[in-house]
């Protein structure tokens, strides 16, 4: 509830006489000759999962889960200020921002004392707990510094989480361990991890430990200590007193209820038994799980009472000190305690909490969803950019009031464990793709502002949100109208650009009034199907497009003849069933350019070969979909498959078909084999000129599950290279790391599903290779991957259960589609072919291009005055991308400058690099830089953290030269995070025209 001014007086009197300070300053005594028992209340409340994140807020929809926040948050600060040693963590800012704007001033005052003596705790600070299999790098970085920024903005230096709170994700990921320690954490505390580590790691006395989240940054700078806890995050047995719970609660009267003798007892047994495992004379338990707290009088009530009975037994000799207290202040006293703590290197996945329960299958669970949630976060990079470049005047100009933040706020919910994770419920799904769509209409119209700004132009501009299936109503109608392609990489790109239109032949012309190649093919069949046939446009105009570094070119189109419209004859429409049609005389089909032969099967209509010209190399790859049967959870196998858990219930998967229909196009402008492998799957594989990468655009769906059968469906690439059981997948699409089939570094693994157990997260690229040879290949989405036979490699890229796997969704994952007949989800896949030495060179700069990757604006007319912009003075190393570019507020611009590459990954992308950033930007110029931590709420050199030992010793932080904005050194892997103070260019001046 809101405390009324006359009502919070008396609680804010209370808080007098608690500790001075917050975070370590702030921590209660401890006993160090006894065991101190570190009671942390906390609540877990997810951002959406069985409710969507409004109705968990308000508390609507009970009957589906009772959980309600914002009386939770008016419970526990009621209860925190009633009695001074009570202590609270909490973590999800996107609620704790949501109902500190509707309280009011004194209940806010109060809560800023709270947490200026430390007893509300904040913990994590991102703008919810993000998952880490599924969430790339720079959205888990963007919701982090989104969260803490508002935490310092409210509560200054102690609003700023010293501890990382990642106790609910289904594994745990390198990078994001890297991504803590470089933002200035000193710990990091986890609730999951494999069933066989944690045992194994129980007899050592090894669930507390370091973890080095980079081999390419000098430690300790990717070096977060790690803890992981005894109860996931729940208390121990029996001393449960939430609302929610069933636990009896201390009775400490006379009368025949009394149990508080009972209720110490098993405490101090669960104590006991938590210390065997833990090195010091310090443990910490979680009081609280799921929404607990909303009735916060019940769980503190009963927590003094135990605290109070626990510590009288001292009197009769138990060496047992309970107290309340938060993560941090355990962290220092482990700290104190001056160990030498083991180190790990790999990861925490897969993870599974039972032999045949391996939690890889939201890997790849709403794969739809996981595209838009990475289109989405490429678009927001694209709306914070032209921001940055057209300045404040983009939020208001001639087509309204646009935003960014909408966006933002959105992207960052969805990056949530139960978001892009995919195993949230489908109405909570729903809803999160509400959000986004609401933020790409407020963000839409701040990118066209931008572009009238830096263009010179109040034409109407037009986005085309259907390109996927070639829908786009301004071509269609449209004989004459200009494209926009804005660029927001840091080198020049060259894109593909595909619309949909109704002539036959156009005049393109590029920025300079050249003519560009251009060209109209049929739309494929499963296109014609896939946007209900009849009435949609039944060509798509082809050219080649390009942008400058941050940066638009704009390229007219006009119709040749105004009576040229399709001719049928000319151009016949293919079915997705029609018989193989290969050109007369091909006996063996292939589509090729200057960098690639592709040979496939004319039986079969498989792909056959990948021939890399250049270097001489070929390679036999058969590619083809399979899909597995889920196990249904029976009394055989109880276990299902489910958005959760992977578990097929043979390691033999059913190909799709043994054969496929084809259609083969040749143009000069794009080579296409059409595979119809049924009526539900399909694919394209595509060369264009300059491309020297195969790309292969698959469309799959409804899965047919009327044979009562759950289908997860996975692409698999089968070659000769010897393996040896080894392949490679990034970590939230930064770091690489080896996979070794049927191995974990750190344990000795019992291997009991050998398909499930296998598969890892690929966020962006997987791949196999022998001595000499690689093959990668590069997702535009979260998912699953493996490589389960020597030369072979799988993603899973469509999953359709009929089950729920019971880990609490309580819903089979069968996403009904637009039609409700069943999902179609259509995304792409990229093939490298090359040399090891060479191929990070390759597969770096084309999966960052998928990641945020250059978009296609319309308008009618001949469009912007200025026809080619750029945000860039030059472009930057080949090696170093632009991470982050939004504003600050007047006159401030956030950056980050990332190197792309590890160290020793290759000859020419693992040098160090240097940049200028006082001549970098054409649309202002930076007068003065501040180094930033990585979350950019804190100012680099203020950053001091813990130091720990290891067994290679205790690797203190190396002090780096003055900061010299002319000359800003990156080496392999390190992002570096600048606030700049910039003078934006007169407006007379323009920007950056070419």
Known sequence: MAVPGAAALPLLLLLTGAAAGCGYQSCPPTRPDMLNVH?????????????????????????????????????????????????????????????????????????????????????GGGWCMSDEAAAHYGGALQQLALGRRFLRRLFGGCGSPRVAWQIDPFGHARELAATFAQMGYDGLFLGRVDYQDKWAREQLRELELIWRGSDSLDPPRADIFTGILPNVYDPPAGLCWDQLCTDPPVVDGDGPERNVDAVVTSFLQAAATQARQYRTNHILMTMGSDFHYENAHLWFKNLDKLIAHANARQANGSRVH??????????????????????????????????????????????????????????????????TLAGPSARDGPYGPGDSSVLREAVAVAQHHDAVAGTERQHVADDYARQLAKGWDSCQVLVANALSLLGGTKDPLVFCNALNISVCPLSETTPHFTVILYNPLSWDVTWPVRLPVRATSYAVTDPRGQPVASQVIPVSGVTWRLRGGAGGAPGELLF???????????????????????????????????????????????????HLRVRFCPITGHLLEIQNLAKGISLPVFQSFYWYKASAGDGLSPQASGAYIFRPNTSTPIPVAKRATTHLLKTALVQEVRQNFSQWCSQVLRLRPGQPYLELEWTLGPIPVGDGLGKEVISRFETPLRTAGRFYTDSNGRQVLERRRDFRPTWNLSQTEPVAGNYYPVNTRIFIKDQKVQLTVLTDRSQGGSSLLDGSLELMVHRRLLHDDNRGLGEALNEPGVDGRGLVVRGRHLVLLDTVEASPEQHRPR???????PTVVLAPGTGPHLRQVSGLRRALPPNVHLLTLEPRGAGAVLLRLEHLYQVGESHNGSRAASVDLTTLFSAFTVTSVQEMALGGDIPLPSVSRLLWNTPTGTPKPRRGAGLDPRCVRLEPMEIRTFLASVRYRGSGEGLGGL
Do not use: M
């Open 39 to 123: 009671l942390v209340p906390h609540s877990h409340d997810d951002v959406g999962w069985l409710k969507t994140v409004d109705q968990y807020y308000y508390g609507v929809r009970n009957k589906d889960q009772h959980a309600g926040v914002q009386y939770i948050l008016d419970s526990v600060v009621a209860q925190l200020a009633a009695v001074p040693s009570r202590r609270f963590v909490y973590a999800e800012v996107a609620f704790l921002a949501r109902w500190w704007q509707q309280q009011e001033p004194a209940t806010r005052r109060l809560v800023r004392e709270l947490v200026q003596q430390g007893r509300l705790e904040l913990v």
């Open 322 to 387: 309970a107290l309340y207290s938060t993560p941090s202040c355990y962290l220092r006293e482990l700290h104190r305690a001056n160990l030498t703590w083991p180190l790990k290197t790999d990861d925490f996945f897969p993870y599974s909490d039972g032999p045949h329960q391996f939690w890889t299958g939201y890997f790849s669970s709403r794969p739809a969803f996981k595209g838009y949630e990475r289109l989405s976060s490429g678009f927001l990079q694209i709306c914070s950019q032209l921001e």
């Open 544 to 594: 080649q497009a390009w942008a400058p570094p941050l940066g638009f070119s704009t390229f007219e189109v006009k119709q040749l003849s105004p009576g040229d419209t399709w001719d049928p004859s000319r151009w016949p429409l293919g079915t997705p069933l029609d018989p193989p049609r290969w050109p007369s005389g091909e006996t063996e089909p292939q589509i090729e350019n200057e």
């Open 847 to 853: 999966a960052q291009e998928l990641v945020t990757p």
